[in-house]
């Protein structure tokens, strides 16, 4: 007994369709790169040449194989694979190859097709080749259905992630970078792969189609994958959010606190000159009171004109490292220079103290009656004022580090050259530039990752397997029942014919 086939029209249709859209989108595609077609939107961003003869390559051996020309879609499927694979090649290459020849022309036409690009239309042509030959072997389809639903999953990636935020080198985050018409294009070529496959092993419980399983089975996991991805892209934007505010915040507190030390450097000043100078012993008690209430302050100097060398002190200590800075750094001595010619308070670089700690110079330039009279200098051990600054209140999670640009000054890594940055900003106040960084503290609930991307991965490839599983099994069920039947209906008519023959 023969089971007659299905109608194969409505598969032959489908692939006629994706290779209609996928030539229209082809067509699109070609415009983009017209300047006078140019417009400002997301989904109109500019496909490469080569991109574009590729999905107008894929529509037409996909309306080949609809309009039954195995042969030219074997062609088609030829090209289009035999580009794929040698972008990709090139791609490989590239970093071996000569600047000279990474310059030429034809090297850069042919490497601006990305290579997840390469990568679909070299798997889409291979599915094509495929498709072109007579389908002679039950392995066949199976095949074409796998090459189309790997070429429709690295499309459908692409597309979900257009939404979310994903930089990098790798291959997945490149697939972000695909113009959304270009995944469009490959999303249909994949689809056509498969309405294919479904035309040489149509549904029919007589006859198993081993690429109905495996393409279910690699739908849901491209589906699973691309729901991991979103998901770890928006954590990690939500903690890039979380971590720049906190960064901007802490800018804005530190800068306020350094403004204060300044201001009251100010005051200070401000009596210096409202005296007409002031005798000794009356700025070193002013200077000592001033050193008793500010957290980190390890001197306060006068420097007296025209050298700007120390003069009064408290404490005085000629042989302290922040004492010879004074006269030997140059970068500190060109900050007192500039305080002094620019009329306003300035704040030193930082250098080096002792036991390898660092600080920096608060300067007010003095005035009596017009005439500069020195200036007051503040030495600051930047641990212990940032210590007062950045308080476990003002934290709440967070974990603060600041550098110079050359060296760590401040913070639980400031031993450690590397660091794992989160947020970073910038911080200047009148010639003291620091680069603050701002990273989560371990285990702190504001700022600890989701564990909802994993989960979703682990359970969605599980129950991808299952489903896959479960239309494997019902499938061979299926076609053991038929099975049954046949004999049961051969058992029957032999019985019947036994029968007849008895009576």
């Known amino acids: ?183 469009s294009g490959l999303l249909c070529l994949g689809f056509g792969l498969m309405s294919h496959a479904a035309a040489l092993s149509p549904l029919n419980p007589a006859r198993r189609a081993p690429w109905l399983p495996i393409s279910i089975g690699l739908g849901l996991a491209t589906f699973t994958f691309a729901a991991w991805r979103a998901l770890t892209a928006f954590d990690r934007v939500h903690l890039d959010h979380v971590l720049s505010t906190a960064a901007i915040a802490f800018r804005t507190h530190v800068v306020t606190q350094m403004r204060a030390e300044v201001d009251n450097m100010q005051r200070m000043a401000n009596r210096w000159e409202l005296g007409g100078g002031t005798a000794r012993e009356l700025w070193e008690a002013d200077a000592a009171s001033y050193i008793a209430d500010r957290p980190g302050v390890l001197g306060v100097l006068w420097l007296a004109p025209p050298a700007l060398e120390p003069r009064w002190g408290i404490p005085f200590a000629a042989s302290a490292p922040w004492s010879r800075s004074l006269t030997t750094d140059q970068r500190v001595r060109a900050s007192l220079t500039r305080a002094r010619d620019e009329c306003r308070p300035m704040l030193s670089p930082t250098f080096a103290l002792d036991h390898g700690a660092s600080g920096f110079i608060i300067c007010v330039p003095l005035f009596v009656e017009s005439r500069f009279d020195g200036l007051i200098a503040s030495v600051v051990r930047i641990q212990e004022f940032l210590d007062s600054v950045f308080t476990d209140t003002v934290l709440q999670g967070f974990d603060v580090i600041l550098t110079d640009g050359e060296r760590a000054l401040y913070g639980p890594h400031a031993r450690n050259d590397k660091v794992d940055v989160a947020a970073s900003v910038q911080v200047e106040l009148s010639g003291l530039s620091w680069q603050l960084y701002v990273v989560p503290r371990p285990g702190d609930a504001a700022t600890a990752r989701s564990a909802l991307p994993e989960t979703t991965l682990v359970i969605g490839l599980l129950m991808a397997a299952l489903v896959t599983l479960s239309v494997h099994l019902g499938q061979t069920a299926a076609f053991r029942a038929r099975e049954l039947e046949v004999v049961n209906n051969e058992l029957e008519r032999r019985v019947a014919a036994g029968a007849s023959l008895i009576y």
Do not use: K, Y
């Not at 983009?32 to 500019?46: C, E, F, G, N």
């Not at 429709?152 to 979900?160: E, N, Q, T």
């Not at 930089?167 to 697939?175: A, E, F, T």
């Open 1 to 183: 007994m023969h089971t007659q086939p299905r109608n194969r029209q409505p598969p032959t249709a489908l692939t006629r369709i994706a290779g209609g859209v996928c030539l229209c989108i082809g067509v699109a595609a070609l415009a983009t790169a017209h300047p006078d077609l140019h417009v400002d939107s997301a989904i109109w961003q500019p496909v490469s040449l080569l991109g574009s003869l590729g999905l107008l390559l894929s529509g037409l051996s996909l309306m080949a194989l609809a309009h039954l020309r195995p042969a030219w879609s074997f062609v088609g499927g030829a090209l289009l694979g035999g580009l794929g694979s040698l972008i990709l090649f090139l791609h490989g290459i590239a970093p071996l190859l000569p600047e000279e020849t990474l310059r030429s022309s034809w090297l850069l036409h042919l490497l601006s097709l990305s290579p997840p690009s390469a990568l679909s239309f070299a798997l889409g042509g291979l599915g094509l080749l495929f498709c072109g030959r007579p389908a002679r072997r039950a392995w066949r389809p199976a095949t074409i259905a796998a090459l189309g639903s790997t070429t429709l999953a690295l499309a459908m990636v692409s597309l979900l992630l257009q939404i979310v935020d994903s930089s990098g080198n790798n291959m997945v985050d490149s697939l972000a970078r695909l113009p959304p018409l270009l995944a």
